[in-house]
């Protein structure tokens, strides 16, 4: 259904390679090039967005915080990215670097698909896709977790130049891979965990032998714990540093805790990557039913996609599955079970990309094989550009209508609100909330929220900030959110968020 390049004769190899060359370059260059179409002009626009109020205020917290999760990398990133924004409008600056990070990574995959023998235009339209995938919206629209891509790719190409060191036996490039691994280790885990789904597109486009299979999924699990194990000491020894007490890490210790966590795997993360344009919460009917068939897909798909014997592609699967769940490794020895698109990344992609090849040896089965030779490139391209046209409308409503729609209007609304404050006539703001809360809406993690004002620590730095762009200052008055009306004093000033509430 989707198209792979043929075969060269040995007399026209080197022009086939120069002609391959440029066709990996243009693949990599359109994919890139379209997800800043997508994204950059939603990153440029003047927002901010739930934790970049605090981080704009508190600049020390963009280390201390990081350094408690056992980040320091990230730590260090962000006091030097975001730390350099001082107003809301700066935060254009590191978002667009997400953007490219996106664009970087998204690139490296057109190219990953091309060397796998997928066709140019059905590795540009599969990578343009993959840009699309909700965990991607948040790195676009989203300032604190502009660095995130960044890592993805780190601990993508790292990973993958480890497998290929311990197979070659060069250790120079496995040292080389190693340590950039750590560098993805120490700065987002969940990132660095992207190297599984690389090893799973290139197993489930080119399938390989299983013993082959089963050496480089262990020298990939022998970096994550090799590097994780490092990295769990480099963390302590910096917290140690700076005097950072550990609150914020806690692992699974106990047989209950294992068993509630792989069933919150199979219930959430496994169906929410079975969904992988759709960010909706499904009920578990609604969940059943949509999840269901795709993972049906999935199994068929993948088993028929592989020849030998029937004990041996059972394995196969087996083991691609187990693959997609080690992407989640990070958040599998965690005790915390949360969705949120951006630590998943990883097996959303694998699971998209599990999808369509599923499909593609779904149809080559049905179909007779002179037929599908001959249609394969005709079907599978205009499918995939149905598919990259619906989920880009998807993405751009999707940021918009989460970071960039509900900032406008809520800066907006407070700006001209607080034109009437005075400094020299008010010591004190009270901010009234509304008494039910903010209105959501039935997606999933952080796409449920309308507006950021229903997290607590959101308002004050909100309002803070904004009179600093007013009178060149962030210090004094005090700010006061209440729920409930309170009388106001004859220095105080009274901010009423409650009106905002319906045009959210």
């Known amino acids: 259904m989707f198209g792979r390049d043929g075969e060269a004769g040995s007399a026209d190899r080197p022009v086939f390679d120069v002609l391959r060359w440029a066709s990996n370059r243009s693949s990599s260059l359109a994919a890139a090039a379209f997800v800043f179409v997508v994204y950059a002009p939603l990153a440029g626009r003047r927002s901010a967005w739930s934790d970049d109020f605090p981080r704009l205020l508190d600049k020390d917290s963009l280390i201390t915080d990081s350094v408690d999760d056992g980040r320091p990398v990230l730590g260090l990133v962000n006091r030097l990215v975001l730390g350099s924004a001082d107003t809301i ?14 664009a970087a990574l998204i690139g490296y995959l057109a190219a990953e698909l091309r060397k796998l023998d997928w066709s140019a235009s059905s590795a540009t339209l599969i990578a343009c896709s993959i840009a699309l995938l909700p965990p991607f919206h948040g790195y676009a629209g989203w300032a604190t977790v502009f660095s995130y891509p960044w890592f993805i790719l780190l601990g993508a190409w790292s990973g993958s130049l480890w497998v290929e060191a311990v197979h070659l036996r060069s250790w120079m490039r496995a040292a080389l891979g190693f340590g950039c691994f750590l560098i993805a280790m120490l700065a987002y885990p969940p990132a660095a965990m992207f190297c599984w789904a690389v090893l799973g597109i290139r197993h489930a486009s080119r399938p390989v032998a299983l013993p082959s299979m089963f050496r480089e999924a262990l020298a990939m699990g022998c970096l994550v714990v090799g590097s994780g194990v490092v990295a769990i000491g480099v963390g302590k020894v910096v917290m140690g540093a700076l005097d950072v007490e550990p609150t914020r890490l806690g692992v699974v210790e106990s047989l209950p805790e294992l068993v509630e966590k792989m069933v919150w795997f199979l219930t959430h993360p496994v169906v929410v990557a079975a969904r992988p344009f759709i960010i909706l919460s499904p009920g578990e009917v609604v969940a059943v039913l949509t999840a269901g068939p795709v993972l049906a897909l999935i199994l068929v798909g993948l088993s028929i996609s592989r020849s030998g014997a029937p004990g041996n592609r059972l394995a196969a699967v087996g083991l691609l599955l187990t693959v997609s769940a080690l992407t989640m490794t990070a958040h599998l020895v965690s005790v915390d079970n949360q969705i949120e698109y951006r630590f998943m990344a990883g097996i959303v992609v694998l699971t998209w990309v599990y999808i369509v090849v599923a499909v593609r040896a779904v149809y080559r089965r049905l179909m007779a094989e002179r037929t599908a030779g001959r249609w394969v490139g005709a079907v599978g391209v205009p499918v995939l550009l149905v598919v990259v046209t619906v989920a880009t409308w998807m993405a751009w409503t999707n940021v918009h209508q989460v970071f960039v729609g509900p900032a406008e209007v809520k800066e907006e609304y407070l700006v001209d609100r607080l034109g009437e404050f005075d400094p020299d006539q008010h010591d004190r703001i009270v901010v009234l909330q509304p008494a039910d809360g903010w209105p959501s809406r039935s997606n999933l993690g952080i796409f449920s929220s309308r507006t950021d004002l229903g997290h607590d620590w959101v ?46």
């Open 459 to 504: 308002v004050e730095p909100n309002v803070r900030l904004l009179l600093a762009e007013r009178f060149g200052r962030t210090e004094g008055p005090e700010v006061l959110v209440t729920y409930e009306p309170t009388e106001l004093g004859p220095r105080d000033f009274g901010l009423d968020l409650r009106p905002l509430r319906n045009r959210l």
């Open 89 to 102: 409008g700066d935060l254009a600056v590191p978002r667009l670097l997400g953007v490219i990070g996106i």
